[in-house]
């Protein structure tokens, strides 16, 4: 039986680290005899691609949802030509126990014949009348009772029961579907990585199988089955999955080597968070080493890659490496750039502020964060949207100003954000 490759991902709206451990995971699985592929949630940012293009690796495939689509239970059959006649399609129906009958007309996928259309069509011919019907002018309904091939299978349940046509994007003829088709027996296998927590998972997870997950965050995780986990309370992802490679005695190639790097220095703020860990230190000093880079130089580049938020719109700044959370009943995004210098973008907080607002609205939130991160000096200007002055203030003992604090020594959402706004939230 042939398996399908494990997919690995991280989390949406992917970071570096995100991204990186994902593909050096599928590398390490992959060397250790499973099959497996790394994906991603989205479009790398610029720090991502930055390192992406240094070592030469190519970009994750997107998958946007897990939900099992059309395309995978479709069943290839030929479809019956407009100009064909009633006597074809009899010949047709012979064949193809389909109660539907597709019509194409010059590749494109034009509808269907419905059963009783050509019940009808059938008499009329038996009794003399119109038998120079062609399949083209029995579609009824153009369009009607075709989907396409990237519809979710769980869409189809809705529909009238039988077949139905199915398409490509492009419009040309792929098969046919029954609305009731069974789920396929075997499931994509899903590995996360950086992330376990719900809203942060690919959407579709359902409809897939989890079977293991890599990360050093907080454990949100509830599954129905024993899966395969690897937690560690380091400042990176890619600390644990270049560990893993020693474990198991795999060597470390030089391009998964500069991802496992850039994921650590991504995440640590090159060791000046307080996520990170003597092990995050070593394991980077290590990495950089095969990697064949000065560790400053090459920390120095890919966050200043990272850090050129010049051409993005207010809105996009806010929507920065998002992420959800949820505390009693009330789901907050908390979005973070990191920056060498912020006094330019601190200039627009007002305009930043009507962004988050509108963020927030869009989605319902209790509140939308930003964190202003200066790498350099090491601290962050925590911005939001929402009714939450009163949260804000008791998360971190300091009195809001016109919707921002400031915040010393501070460089973490995990740990220095998340906990204490989702405890002030209770
Ligand atoms: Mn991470």
Known sequence: MSKKPIFVTGHKNPDTDSICSAISYAYLKTQMGDEALPICAGKANKETNFALDYFGVEHPMVVNDFYVKVSEVVEKIPAVDAAATMKDIALWKQEHAVNRVPVVKDGKCLGVICPQTLADAALATLIGKENALTAGELVKHPGHHVVTDT????????????????????GAYVGVVRTNV?????????????????????????????????????????????????FEPVGCTCTIVANMFRDNNVEIPKHIAGMLLSAILSDTVEFRSPTCTPKDKETAEYLAKIAGVDLHEYAMAMLKAGADVSDLTFEEIVRTDCKEFSSNNETISIAQISLMDTEDVLKHKKELVAALEALRKDNGYQASYLMVTSILAESTDLLYAGD?????????????????????????????????????MK
């Open 151 to 170: 519809t979710p299978i769980h869409d189809l349940r809705g529909q009238h029961c039988g077949y139905v046509a199915v398409m490509d994007k492009d």
């Open 182 to 230: 069974e789920m396929p027996k075997e499931k994509q296998r899903v590995i996360l990585t950086d992330h376990n927590e719900a809203t942060q998972i690919i959407d579709g997870i359902e409809e897939a199988e989890l079977i293991g997950t890599v990360d050093h965050h907080r454990i949100s995780l509830s599954t129905d089955k024993p899966i395969f986990i690897h």
């Open 388 to 424: 939450v002055d009163g949260i804000v203030e008791k998360a971190f003992g300091k009195k809001p100003e016109d919707k921002s604090v400031f915040l010393a020594n501070t460089m973490s959402r995990k740990k220095q954000i998340v906990p204490f706004l989702l405890d002030a």
